[in-house]
């Protein structure tokens, strides 16, 4: 026993020195390792990664190579050069790493997973004519779903709630009953449940992405999973009765039913069917309240901005004779919007948050823009945060940490699409939904429903500040790298009906 110890105790040893002794070859970026063994620089980056990774920057440039947990980042932060990252699909791979993340916060394994197959699938109902269908439920169901809110109320009384909790109820429930909705999910007390329990889940994901929960924290995690997989398994495939069910019992063709006829051509088990759902339910659902939240915020916080937003709002009305209720979906389909669309856009600068990981397969070197090339170790990672730059560089975007609501509009009113560093034209300026290829399949539909919410909540509430010298709290540091940032705190609003005079 005593000697087993040791050997462990040696052998653990000897992987720390083993990392700790990595030195910077030639033609490779900066070696950052921190004072501690093997962690590195973890706690740094997982606490605030934009702080982090700007002080950096600040020491060491554009590229440069962190260690977290015994592995070693490469950061790029050039926006010129991510293309070389991008289009390097021999030397550089992005599914591996998924692949471990979906295990650590889903419990989540896809062993044939085909990521070219998967966005197929998924382009198929999210563009064109399905994308309109689905776009045409999501309006329906917020209808009704703000009909409710408002047969709770009278036009002379005000309610009061914390924004970001009404943003996040509202779009979440729409988005749930669009994507996985049947007759058994209308039901108001489910609803409420899954809602719920993915609250639970989310406040959790990013501990549960970086290995960190405490024992309490895995316990109330593992809870909430088997929950929610239990709320959105269809009752056929909670059964375990697999593709028979699907293929012989079902006519319907909705979104869900699809998904799991997707994952069975690619041989996945019945329970791992039901685990995926809880990812394509953080996947769809996760950043829509978030980035509702964050438009409306920085409107009622920015009068100008409101006004704006406000006049466009009141030129559509005239436009379709003042039947804006009634025909909203239709409108913002054919109608610009190019005000509510730069608030969007100066939105999505300034919390999407992603990072873009790629794991180096094999070595490789990798060639900037400026002409620099770097050697990439194979093994390590390579990791693009376009938050940083080209979102945050202030040789971008001026002042960019202040809300400007026509920072993405021309003197003309139309939509702002050059933007200069160094000046050279940009082609990435702003990246909230990634990259070229590689771009989220499902932005078009998000967007959709976050300007049929806020249009419908403009139109039909008179909504203010509960304090009118409040300001939109600070963002939760923990977030940064798992899309929309999230507050840390709230913004206390009240609202009542629109008086229609």
Request: proline content about 4%; charged content about 25%; aromatic content about 10%.
């Amino acid at each position: 026993m005593l000697w087993t110890i040791l050997l462990t105790v040696s052998g653990l040893l000897a992987l720390i020195m083993l990392y700790s002794s990595r030195s910077r070859k030639k033609n490779e970026p900066p070696l950052v390792k921190g004072f501690i063994p093997w962690l590195g620089h973890a706690l740094e980056f997982g606490k605030d990664a934009a702080k982090f990774l700007t002080r950096m920057k600040q020491k060491h440039g554009d590229i440069f190579t962190v260690r977290v947990c015994g592995h070693y980042i490469t950061v790029l932060l050039d926006p010129n050069s991510y293309d070389a990252v991008l289009d390097d699909t021999a030397s550089l791979d992005f599914s591996r790493y998924a692949q471990v993340l979906k295990q650590r916060i889903f419990n989540l394994r896809l062993p044939n997973h085909n990521p070219d197959t998967e966005r197929a699938w998924m382009e198929q109902h999210f563009q064109g004519p399905s994308l309109a269908r689905l776009s045409s439920r999501m309006h329906l169901h917020l209808q009704t779903l703000l009909r409710e809110e408002e047969r709770s109320c009278s036009p002379a009384e005000w309610r009061q709630d914390g924004l970001f909790s009404l943003c996040y109820s509202l779009l979440f429930r729409a988005g749930y009953l669009t994507l996985f909705g049947t007759e058994k999910s209308n039901n108001v007390t489910e609803l409420a449940a899954v809602y719920k329990e993915f609250r639970k889940f989310d406040g959790l994901l990013t501990k549960l992405a970086r290995s960190t929960l405490k024992q309490e924290e895995k316990r109330t995690a593992s809870l909430s999973q088997e929950r929610l997989w239990e709320l959105l398994s269809p009752a056929w495939l909670s059964r375990g009765k697999g593709s028979e069910s699907i293929d012989h019992g079902l006519n319907s063709s909705s979104w869900q039913q699809s998904y799991l006829r997707h994952l069975q051509r690619e041989g996945v088990d019945t329970e791992m069917q039901r685990r995926a759902m809880l990812l394509q339910l953080w996947a769809t659902q996760g950043n829509a309240g978030p980035a509702a939240f964050w438009l409306l915020g920085f409107l009622l916080t920015n009068p100008e901005a409101m006004r704006a937003v406000k006049e466009e709002l009141r030129g559509l009305a005239l436009q379709e004779d003042g039947s804006l209720q009634h025909h909203l979906l239709d409108t913002l389909e054919h109608h610009s919007t190019p005000v509510f669309d730069s608030v969007l856009s100066e939105t999505l600068r300034l919390t999407a948050a992603a990072l873009i990981n790629r794991e180096v397969i094999q070595n490789t070197t990798l060639r900037l823009a400026s002409g620099q090339e770097y050697h990439l170790r194979q093994g390590d990672r390579v990791c693009l945060f376009p938050f940083l730059s080209p979102q945050m560089d202030p040789q971008i975007h001026h002042d960019p940490q202040t809300f400007q609501y026509d920072r993405f509009l021309n003197a003309d009113g139309t939509e702002k699409k050059k933007f200069y560093k160094d000046g050279e034209r940009l082609k990435y300026y702003t990246m909230p939904w990634g990259a070229d290829k590689n771009m989220c399949v499902g932005r078009h539909f998000a967007v959709s429903g976050i300007k049929q919410f806020a249009f419908m909540v403009l139109s039909r509430l008179d909504l203010e500040l509960c304090d009118p010298t409040a300001t939109v709290p600070p963002v939760n540091p923990s977030r940064y790298g798992f899309g929309m940032l999230q507050p840390d705190g709230d913004l206390e609003v009240h609202y009542r009906l629109k008086t229609l005079h």
